[in-house]
């Protein structure tokens, strides 16, 4: 079963794009860019490179998470509890170290510089959530991934449940759908829900630095790092990336490497 979850990911992932782009077409929740086609082409051209990267660290991941397991490395190869209790465990506490990484990706002023890529979009939808540089994507996925899944002792099949519960969540935040009311208060109570991560879009920065949470919100509930405002009352995306030009894929790509006004206002604090 676990095998079957692990091969039918990329399915699962190119499932879930089709689908929320087939429902962001027909039923949008909130307004559209005012170029579609130009929007989806930037942000999947800026995404084949994270993509790749993504496919070959991935399988860096398995092979720490295999050598830990192997070596009874981490955490929950120190305790002696049932199997169904580590893999519970072991998804909650690699959740939380996401959140706490992806924390850093924002209070660290050089993470910050590739993170940023993703921010910057102004229109949110199914691309959005494969816009990463490909230097954000190593910080989140392979020195994390790696790392916290051998301090935790991660067992193979968390991590494979994780990741089958992480995809299409992943592409319901940032598409633009939203669930039903009643199943979205519900459900944000304990997931990361479309409508709880979009705030974490806003070009309002408090805004930006909450709603950390990858699949459960809980972590952003007990460390009081969220808010009420809801989707339509935001604005997406950064100030410095106001123009046209700047979302292209070659300009997002470098863009690290340019002058960043949110580190200028930091510096200019201290
Ligand atoms: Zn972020």
Partial sequence: MIEFLGNIQPIILLFMLVLMYS????FPYLEKPDRPAQHYKRNYGTSVISFVVNALMGA???MAIVTANHKQIGLLNLVNIPKYAKIIIGILLFDFGSY??????HRIPLLWRFHRVHHSDFHLNSSSSLRFH???????????????????????????????????????????????????????????????????????????????????????????TWGYTKPHEIKYGLDEFKSNEQHQVWYLLKSPVKNNQRLLDDQRQE
């Fill in 100 to 105: 706490l990484t992806h924390n850093l990706q």
């Fill in 60 to 62: 860096i991941v398995v």
């Fill in 134 to 224: 490909p230097v954000d994507v190593i910080v989140s996925q392979c020195i994390y991934q790696s790392l916290g899944a051998i301090v935790i002792g991660l067992p193979v099949s968390a991590f494979v449940i994780y990741g089958t519960i992480a995809i299409p969540l992943l592409i319901m935040q940032h598409s633009n759908v939203r669930l039903p009311q009643n199943v979205e208060r519900v459900a944000c109570l304990i997931f990361a829900t479309p409508c709880w991560h979009k705030i974490h879009h806003s070009t309002e920065q408090p805004l930006t630095d909450s709603h950390y949470g990858d699949v459960f919100s809980l972590w952003d509930r007990l460390f009081g």
């Fill in 23 to 26: 429902i962001e077409n027909i």
